[in-house]
């Protein structure tokens, strides 16, 4: 092999190298986004609970109001 094979080969195990280190980077800023993704998620299903229970409540509250006149 000549000093030119040598070169092409490093070269190629280089840009190889820097694929998978921005390919890690991606992957590990999706990973973090998909966290954040499903944190939202729980936070809007624990105000759908606590809209539930406002609900019900305020039914609960009108039919005393109701029985009262």
Do not use: C, H, P
């Not at 094979?5 to 694929?19: E, H, Q, S």
């Not at 998620?41 to 029985?67: C, S, Y």
């Amino acid at each position: 092999m000549s000093m030119k094979d040598y070169f092409a080969i490093a070269g190629a195990l280089l840009a190889l190298g820097v694929a998978w280190g921005m390919t890690n980077q991606k992957v590990a800023a999706m990973e973090k986004d998909m966290d954040r993704m499903e944190e939202a998620l729980m936070m809007f299903t624990q105000i759908e609970v606590r809209i539930a229970v406002m609900e019900t409540e305020l039914k609960n509250i009108n039919k005393k109001l109701d029985r009262k006149k």
